[in-house]
């Protein structure tokens, strides 16, 4: 088991920037694929972004690329989404998540969510 805690969200002004944090348990973090995913009110989950567990492979979703930018540090069983360039689309609850192979779609173990505003 893995548990994931995030914190970071809030409140921000269209163009802003915010960064997301999420804790993880556990000694086999630097083993695990480190995914950001969102769920805004009356949509679906969709993937933002997934770092490798040896942090050379990455993947953005289109909607993000160029603005987000995720990060770990193995060390502190952490990863980060630094967001900028905020826009009101990007409001949602923002969920991370880690899986035992590389993948964008498929993950293992979620954290609770941190919300993130955007307002225009």
């Known amino acids: 088991q893995v548990q994931l805690v995030e914190s970071g969200g809030g409140l921000v002004q269209a163009g802003g920037s915010l960064r997301l944090s999420c804790a993880a348990s556990g000694r086999t973090f630097s083993r695990y694929t480190m995914g950001w995913f969102r769920q805004a009110p009356g949509k679906e989950r969709q993937f933002v972004a997934a770092?490798?567990?040896?942090?050379?492979?990455?993947s953005y979703a289109d909607s993000v690329k160029g603005r987000f930018t995720i990060s770990r540090d193995n060390a502190k069983n952490t990863v980060y989404l630094q967001m900028n360039s905020l826009k009101p689309e990007d409001t949602a609850v923002y969920y991370c998540a880690v899986s035992k192979s590389y993948s964008t779609t498929n993950y293992d173990f979620w954290g609770q969510g941190t919300q993130v505003t955007v307002s225009s």
């Open positions: 770092r490798s567990h040896t942090g050379l492979i990455t």
